[in-house]
């Protein structure tokens, strides 16, 4: 049997140039499917899946928001954090021309632009999170300090059940 061939995306050569290990996970894509389909797909908890989410503040300066899987971003909440008026997310196309990924296979390593990153601060209390790898249909599992150590995000607690 033919071993299935990974993806390397701009995701993937982050993380190997900054060395964190890290296990790969393919699985069937399924439009609007989120987090829900890649957990049940890859069996594990939708609570250790985390989205990253681009969004824009009234200025329309993106940003992106690393979170569980299931729950949702607070806009209000991050928007008093960071002092902004309002925050939503960006449309689709602004999302992929800020960070060069399709929406749902969004990675918050290799973007194309910088942006700030905001990370929930409890997934720090999971032992492993499954995070886009920059394709639809592919997570990577990593250490969230790595996450952290890569990523450098502002932790936040902006989560709400959906």
């Known amino acids: 049997m ?3 061939k990974l993806p390397i995306t701009p ?21 609007h499917g989120g987090t829900e389909v890649s957990a049940r ?13 681009v969004m824009e503040d009234d200025s329309r300066k ?3 928001v690393l979170m569980h899987g299931d729950l949702q971003v607070s806009g209000k909440q991050l928007a008093r954090i960071i002092e902004a008026r309002n925050i939503l997310p960006c449309s689709p196309e602004s999302a992929l021309k800020h960070t060069g990924y399709l929406v749902g296979g969004t990675s918050p390593f290799g973007t194309r ?15 492993r999170i499954y995070i886009n790898g920059g ?3 592919y997570l990577v599992g990593i250490d969230p ?10 932790m936040v607690k902006v989560g709400v059940e959906k």
Not at 19 to 31: D, G, I, K, N, R
Not at 41 to 53: M, Q
Not at 113 to 127: A, F, K, Q, R
């Open 145 to 154: 300090k790595d996450a952290v150590r890569v990523l450098k995000p502002v």
């Open 11 to 31: 995701a993937i050569r982050v993380l190997k140039a900054e060395e964190v290990e890290f296990t790969s996970h393919l699985y069937a894509y399924e439009e």
């Open 2 to 4: 033919a071993k299935e």
């Open 113 to 127: 632009t910088n942006m700030p990153v905001y990370m929930e601060e409890t997934i720090m209390d999971l032992p």
């Open 62 to 64: 993106p940003l992106i």
């Open 135 to 137: 394709k639809r249909g």
């Open 41 to 53: 797909e890859l069996g594990v908890d939708e609570h250790a899946v985390v989205k990253t989410i």
